[in-house]
């Protein structure tokens, strides 16, 4: 019983330990070693900004030694696990449709489109047309995945694909 009071009390001192860590971490000023903010803001009003926390992302880098084969299952997986279920939805079935067929350029464009921008509501609205898309993500892509999120065809897109096509013979 004494064992695990003290490791109860241990670990209460330790959360105790790193709430006060991340409150300083919110009040503590920018590193001038930390690299500039990566990320469109678009539209944001100007604030304090005092309510944001950033975690600095390392900039994001083409992959051109990568065998397309696992380029395209690794875009598939990225496509998938967003973070936002709205991203998961819309990226996951536009990878499903378009992932194959796209060329090697396509699949590079559309890597740096889901891996580059730091807030993954910026690709959202920019799919929906909800906000202008920046110049660098004006693309053959770009308009590939705004045409896709259209839905012309009145599609049900409730869930992620089932992944049982990835082992389908191909047609």
Request: one cysteine or more.
């Amino acid at each position: 019983m004494g064992v695990g009071l003290s490791l109860a009390a241990h670990l209460v001192e330790l959360f105790v330990g790193l709430l006060s860590l991340s409150r300083r971490a919110l009040r503590a000023p920018r590193p001038s070693s930390l690299p500039a903010r990566r990320g469109y803001r678009g539209g944001s009003p100007a604030d304090s900004r005092r309510d944001l926390l950033e975690i600095p992302l390392p900039p994001w880098q083409e992959r051109p030694s990568e065998p397309l084969p696992a380029k395209r299952a690794r875009l598939l997986y990225e496509s998938r696990k967003r973070g936002m279920l709205e991203n998961c939805l819309l990226l996951s079935l536009f990878a499903k449709e378009n992932l194959n067929s796209m060329t090697e350029r396509q699949l590079n464009l559309y890597d740096r489109l889901i891996n580059e921008p730091s807030n993954d509501w910026d690709i959202y609205y920019w799919a929906t047309e909800a906000k202008p898309t920046p110049e660098v993500f004006e693309n053959d892509v770009m308009v590939m995945l705004r045409e896709f999120t259209k839905n012309k065809n009145k599609e049900q897109r409730l869930r992620q694909p089932d992944l049982e096509y990835l082992f389908e013979p191909s047609r």
